[in-house]
């Protein structure tokens, strides 16, 4: 079984990192929205912190604008 952590408070992950409760990440534009961060820079510092995988909403259409 893997968990995943659905959060962009890069705090949380660390948390559930440390009690080993944390294979991957996803999270959407909303709870980048509750950091009150730029949403680039919660994203860079979530794929810092994680070694699995990581799951992006965006809010988007264009390929240009995702990447």
Do not use: H, W
């Not at 948390?15 to 994203?43: H, I, R, W, Y």
């Amino acid at each position: 079984m893997k968990f995943f952590i659905d959060s962009a408070n890069i705090q949380d992950i660390r948390d559930a990192q440390a009690m080993g409760m944390c294979d991957g990440v996803t999270t959407n534009p909303s709870l980048v929205a509750k950091t009150g961060k730029p949403f680039n820079e919660v994203v860079a510092e979530i794929l810092e912190a994680v070694d699995g995988p990581v799951s992006l909403e965006v809010t988007t259409l264009t390929y240009d604008e995702m990447m």
